[in-house]
């Protein structure tokens, strides 16, 4: 009986070994299966607890759980828990089971979006309770301040603004750029400014003074800011002759010019009366007195200064060169005609003057007019005044006329020619211009052969 006890107590080391091994095989990830057909219910339960174990904390929460054969539990209302791929975790979409899958916040959200697209905000409402809420602040109206002009920047800042104006002539400009300033007491000293630049201008620039004068009296400026800057330029007068020797008279047209587009009284000048002692002031305001008089028999003051260079008719500018020409024929003064063509402010058109010099030669008798329009081109030709390109059209102008003038001067092309002659010598003209110039034909019998026709030869 012991050695059969012995017998099954001690088995030998391969029926060990066989048992242990056969424990091992019946035993999957902790789990003892009673029989070999049980191991694949085994692995589906240690994959249930993988994915238990690799769920996110949110899904979780939500009381999933598996039964004891690994099928996941339902939930109370029967629907089956979503679950959270592992492709899915980085997903900014809701996860929540619910919805269209569309973007959080309806695409609101994320950095630098300020709300949906479309999405208009209304004034936002003070919150009475805020412990910021400030009631003095309720009522505030904030606006733009602009400091005051200082008087050393004053007159730096605005007079590159007339300056400008002379250019474009746009007195709605001025008027906008003069309010985005801060004047201030110093409004008054803007047509005093305007004035004394247009001293040193020409003619045309004292006409866009007088037309800007009377816009901007009313928008920016009033009558007693016009009035203040009459006073002080009458005062300032003995210094504004020292560069302008002719400032009396043209402050007076402009104290005249102010009174009859109403922007000075009517009365200004007679609160002078008896109390000017200064000569120039005196002047100016004698001047002015005569003007409107003048006006009052059929003087036209609103076109004191003329009008300004191409802006006149061509007629007129016709005209006035055909003057101009016939006055130096009778003093001969190159200076004199000089100022005169500069004034007209027409450099465009100085052909005209050109032809009409030259006409003036072809349709005289003497030799007076001959030299005295050579002299005169020759001597604007010098001092720049006729450029090359308006010598030139003035001169290819009477060669395209000349036949018709040769119908009332039959010796205009022999003088012609000669004028041209003494013009390339003088050095005005060039030679390709001299050579231009059209001769005319004459008639000739040729010899008893030809059978008494005739032939036309240049000179």
């Known amino acids: 009986f012991d050695a059969e006890v012995a017998h099954d107590s001690f088995l030998s080391g391969e029926e060990e070994n066989g048992i242990i091994t056969k424990n091992i095989k019946n035993e999957i990830n902790g789990n003892w299966i009673s029989a070999p057909n049980s191991i694949h219910e085994a692995r589906l339960k240690a994959k249930a607890k993988r994915r238990l174990r690799k769920t996110s904390s949110r899904d979780s929460g939500r009381g999933d759980s598996f039964s004891e054969n690994g099928d996941p539990s339902r939930g109370t209302n029967g629907t089956a828990p979503p679950t959270s791929p592992k492709s899915k975790l980085l997903d900014r979409k809701s996860r929540a089971g619910k919805g269209r899958g569309l973007p959080k916040k309806g695409g609101a959200g994320g950095k630098g979006v300020w709300g949906p697209p479309g999405e208009v905000y209304d004034l936002e409402e003070v919150d009475v309770k805020d412990?910021?809420?400030?009631e003095a602040q309720e009522n505030c109206v904030y606006e733009t301040v602009v400091p005051p002009l200082e008087e050393g920047a004053f007159e730096k800042t605005l007079t590159p603004i007339v300056q400008e104006?002379?250019?474009?002539?746009?007195?709605?400009?001025?008027?906008?750029?003069?309010?985005?300033?801060?004047?201030g007491s110093m409004s008054s000293?803007?047509?005093?400014?305007?004035?004394?630049?247009?001293?040193?201008?020409?003619?045309?620039?004292?006409?866009?003074?007088?037309?800007?004068?009377?816009?901007?009296?009313?928008?920016?400026?009033?009558?007693?800011?016009?009035?203040?800057?009459?006073?002080?330029?009458l005062r300032e007068l003995p210094d504004l002759v020292l560069d302008t020797p002719g400032a009396p008279q043209l402050?007076?047209?402009?104290?005249?010019?102010?009174?009859?587009?109403?922007?000075?009284?009517?009365s200004y000048l007679d609160g002078y009366k008896g109390r000017v002692d200064c000569v120039h002031a005196r002047a100016a305001l004698d001047r002015a007195a005569v003007l409107l008089k003048m006006g009052l028999g059929g003087l036209r003051i609103d076109n004191l200064w003329g009008t300004g260079g191409?802006?006149?008719?061509v007629?007129?500018?016709?005209?006035?060169?055909?003057?101009?020409?016939?006055?130096?024929?009778?003093?001969?003064?190159?200076?004199?005609?000089?100022?005169?063509?500069?004034?007209?402010?027409?450099?465009?058109?100085?052909?005209?003057?050109?032809?009409?010099?030259?006409?003036?030669?072809?349709?005289?008798?003497?030799?007076?007019?001959?030299?005295?329009v050579l002299q005169l081109l020759k001597f604007l030709w010098v001092s720049s005044i006729i450029t090359v390109d308006q010598m030139r059209r003035g001169y290819e102008r009477v060669y395209m006329d000349i036949a018709e003038i040769n119908i009332d001067v039959p010796r205009a092309y022999f003088i012609l020619e000669q004028f041209v002659d003494k013009s390339f010598s003088a050095g005005f003209i060039c030679e390709k211009l001299?050579?231009?110039?059209?001769?005319?034909?004459?008639?000739?019998?040729?010899?008893?052969?030809?059978?008494?026709?005739?032939?036309?030869?240049?000179?």
């Not at 037309?211 to 009296?217: E, N, Q, S, W």
């Not at 402050?251 to 009517?266: E, P, T």
């Not at 000089?338 to 006409?359: G, I, K, Q, S, T």
């Open 131 to 134: 412990p910021n809420y400030d």
């Open 310 to 313: 191409g802006q006149r008719p």
């Open 189 to 233: 000293g803007v047509p005093m400014l305007a004035v004394s630049l247009a001293l040193e201008a020409k003619a045309s620039h004292r006409e866009l003074t007088s037309r800007l004068l009377t816009d901007l009296c009313g928008r920016v400026l009033s009558r007693s800011d016009v009035e203040s800057s009459f006073d002080k330029l």
């Open 165 to 183: 104006y002379f250019e474009h002539g746009d007195t709605n400009e001025v008027a906008e750029l003069l309010g985005e300033l801060n004047l």
């Open 315 to 372: 007629t007129q500018l016709v005209r006035e060169m055909t003057l101009l020409l016939k006055e130096y024929l009778l003093s001969g003064d190159n200076k004199e005609a000089e100022r005169c063509l500069r004034e007209l402010e027409v450099p465009h058109f100085h052909h005209e003057f050109v032809y009409e010099a030259m006409v003036m030669v072809l349709e005289s008798k003497g030799e007076k007019t001959f030299k005295m």
């Open 251 to 266: 402050v007076g047209q402009f104290i005249a010019r102010a009174v009859k587009d109403q922007i000075l009284s009517k």
């Open 434 to 459: 001299r050579d231009l110039c059209p001769s005319r034909g004459r008639k000739r019998f040729v010899s008893e052969g030809d059978g008494g026709r005739f032939k036309l030869e240049s000179y």
